[in-house]
Every structure is written in C-alpha cells, then in structure tokens.
C-alpha cells in the first residue's frame, strides 16, 4: 500500500510544476500556512486548480498574521485556505469592509481541543469518559493528566479548568511535558503497551488520526468561564469545555469577480476532522511531503472531492475519479 501511494504521488506530483492551459482560469495565489493540515490542503487545492482549472498557481508560504497583513495592505494572495477565525481578531472586520470574503469551513467540524482517553481505556472502563468516573477511579487513568508545556495557549486554560474540576484532591497530578513532541510521544507509548492515558490533545493531527481516542465530557462550553480560564489570575476558575475553532477558506473580494469557478470550487473544498487526521496519519507514517498526502487523499477519497468540481474540471480529472 506505502509502494502503491508513494509511486503515484511521485508520478502525480509532477504536475504541480506544470503549466496547464485547460480552461480560462489565470494567476492564482494561495497560501501555505507552516502546519500539516493547512500545508496538505493547499497541495490539494493546487493540484485541483491546476490540473482541474488550468490555473497557473503560486504558492506562498506564510503564516496566518503576516497572510492577513499582506492582505489588508496589498490585497494579496489571493486565497488563504486554513484560517483559524477565533485566533484572528481582525478578520470579521476584514469581512465586513470586504477586504476578505468566506468560502468554506474548510475544516467542517472546526478545530477542536479537548481532553482525551485512549478508546481501549474508555471500552473497558466507560465511567471514565465523565470526569466523576476519573475522580472516583484516579489509578484507572495513571494518577495523572498529560498537559501541553508551558507557555502554549492551552496551559493556563487547562490549570484552571484542572483547578475548578477538583483532579488535584482526587489523586491525578497535572504533568506537564516539555514539547508538543514528547506529549504525542506518550500518547503512542501507551497505545504500544495498552496503558492508561488521560489527558489534553487537539484535532485534526496525525496523533488523533492515528491513535483514536475518546473525549472526556466537560460541562458545555461557557464563553465568559473560558476568557477567565485563559487568565494567569483568573479569580474564579470554573469548568468549561473548548470551543470549537472556525475554521475557514476565505478569498479577497477581487478574487471573487475575477475567478467564479475557483470560486466555487473553494465553497465546496472542506474535510472532517476525521478525514485530514486519517491522511495526515498516513503521511507522517510514510515520512512522505504535502504533495504526496495530496495524492493520497486525491486516490483515497474520490467519491468526496468529485462533488467539488465543475463538468469540466470533472472531465480534466476523469482518470483520477474512477
């Protein structure tokens, strides 16, 4: 399956230097933001506008302040296809003066953050999904909560919600790691032996996709508890799910008049957690590039990014869609 994959990335992946001339499609910009699923859509995207659309592609690597920088002061580039919305305060006022227009959820589930159990864990000891289920049984998860290092945005939100839910008198530790490296390391060392886990992670990664778990219920997502959670000081920290990230395509108001059939293509581009967490999974394990994660997805999934596609890109892309 890894020899089947690789060889028809490696034959596939050609094209993206290519040049086509399929339809009347012109210059088109996108981004590549520096994380895997935002790098592995735009592979996607440009491999469809290319050889689907006949675009003539730029990639830009970027991230996501400089991207809507660039946008807010030259109107460029001209698509940015994985846009974290709750960590760009600018963007609906970008929205509303018409400077950026949206296109998708790119990722239909959004983003998501939470606190986890391996799904073996939660078979055999269901009362472990509920945090009473832990505070009453703290040996059955380690004693312990895997927490993301200092520093990172969950942290201090995560003290406080591990302050507020009692772990600490129940007999779980808060243990926070060192890396973003050494917290997914763990998750895989106790997939290997099949021992407790219970801690924090987010969606979609190659970590999730796969080594599956299963979320610990929180009380609902409260808006006010959450702003206070994410502060050093908050004074009263109270329980509080994460919120589900917006997660968006979004294009400049330019681009809208001058590329209609990108255009619609874009609305229809967007993947379920599950789906980019599967691929990125594959990825990882493959060691293999965006592009060929592109090629993987693109061969995996046919029957999902043909009902993006106009008749003749359809047509351009028949060899693929069978």
């Known amino acids: 399956m890894k020899i089947k994959y690789l060889g028809a990335a490696s034959a596939l992946a050609l094209t993206f230097t290519a040049t086509s001339a399929l339809a009347d499609c012109g210059e088109v910009s996108i981004t590549e933001m520096d994380w895997a699923s935002a790098s592995v859509v735009t592979s996607i995207a440009n491999f469809l506008m290319?050889?689907?659309?006949?675009c003539d592609v730029t990639v830009v690597p970027t991230t996501?302040?400089?991207?809507?920088?660039?946008?807010?002061?030259t109107g460029e580039p001209d698509i940015i296809t994985e846009l974290w919305t709750s960590y760009t305060e600018v963007y609906e006022e970008m929205r509303?003066?018409?400077?950026?227009?949206?296109?998708?959820?790119?990722?239909?589930?959004?983003?998501?953050?939470?606190?986890?159990?391996?799904d073996y864990l939660a078979e055999e000891y269901p009362e472990l999904t509920t945090l009473e289920g832990i505070k009453a049984n703290p040996e059955l998860v380690g004693g312990r909560f895997q927490d993301c290092p200092t520093g990172w945005g969950c942290d201090v939100t995560n003290f406080n919600n591990f302050k507020a839910a009692g772990l600490a008198e129940?007999?779980?530790?808060?243990?926070?790691?060192g890396s973003g490296?050494?917290?997914?390391?763990s998750i895989a060392a106790a997939y290997e032996a099949k021992e407790p886990w219970f801690g924090y992670y987010w969606a979609p990664t190659s970590v999730l996709g796969k080594y599956?778990?299963?979320?610990?219920?929180?009380p609902p997502y409260n808006a006010e508890a959450h702003i206070c959670n994410g502060l050093e000081d908050c004074p009263t920290p109270t329980l509080s799910s994460y919120p589900a990230a917006n997660v968006v395509t979004a294009v400049t108001s330019s681009f809208v008049e001058r590329e209609p059939e990108i255009v619609e293509l874009l609305k229809n581009m967007t993947f379920t957690n599950a789906q980019m967490g599967e691929v990125l999974a594959w990825q990882e394990g493959n060691n293999a590039s965006n592009e060929e994660a592109a090629v993987y997805f693109l061969s995996t999934y046919p029957e999902v990014w043909g009902d993006w596609l106009n008749d003749e890109a359809k047509t351009n892309l028949a060899a693929l869609l069978k």
């Open 170 to 177: 129940a007999g779980v530790e808060r243990f926070q790691h």
């Open 96 to 118: 509303a003066e018409g400077k950026l227009v949206e296109m998708s959820k790119v990722l239909s589930d959004g983003g998501v953050e939470a606190w986890w159990i391996p």
């Open 212 to 218: 599956p778990m299963v979320e610990v219920k929180l």
């Open 181 to 185: 490296e050494t917290l997914a390391a």
């Open 64 to 73: 996501t302040v400089p991207a809507i920088t660039s946008v807010a002061e």
């Open 50 to 54: 290319t050889e689907g659309y006949g």
